[in-house]
């Protein structure tokens, strides 16, 4: 069983120790020693935690997709040549990137500060684990 220092979980989670620590008195999550004596938190315990406590704003169009994977963000940086562009967007603490047409840029009038939605539906999403994750 995967098991994360409060350290580490505040890392994933996106928060400070201190916050992970007001969690575990709260008794929001469960934190237990290890053979080393180090507070830890047990890995499907912290994935579902993360996954409660993710939110993610209402996406602001209401057009109808099949695509499940929406982020939405603020539009961060247009690079654009005469043909091509590169928009990156913060969603949360997600940084993504699209390549598109400049046409297409300039018809969303995406420039920095501009609330934008990525919607991603991929035929492959590749998945890697570190070393001593298993």
């Known amino acids: 069983m995967p098991q994360f220092r409060l350290s580490e979980a505040a890392r994933l989670l996106g928060v400070s120790d201190d916050t ?3 969690w575990v008195r709260a008794g ?3 934190a237990f020693d290890d053979s080393a004596g180090r507070k830890v938190v047990d890995g499907a315990e912290l994935a ?3 996954k409660a406590q993710a939110e993610q704003p209402d996406d602001p ?3 109808g997709r099949s695509a499940r994977n929406r982020f939405v963000g ?4 247009v690079i654009t040549d005469k043909v091509m562009a590169q928009v990156e ?3 949360g603490p997600h940084r993504v990137v699209s390549l598109m047409s400049a046409e297409a840029v300039r018809e969303l009038g995406l420039r920095p500060g501009v609330l ?3 919607v991603v539906k991929a035929t492959t999403v ?3 684990t570190p070393e001593g994750s298993r």
């Open 28 to 30: 929001q999550l469960t």
């Open 126 to 128: 590749v998945i890697e």
């Open 89 to 91: 967007l913060q969603c």
């Open 116 to 118: 934008a939605v990525a």
């Open 48 to 50: 579902a935690f993360a």
């Open 61 to 63: 169009s209401s057009v």
């Open 74 to 77: 603020l539009v961060t940086e």
């Open 20 to 22: 992970v620590r007001r």
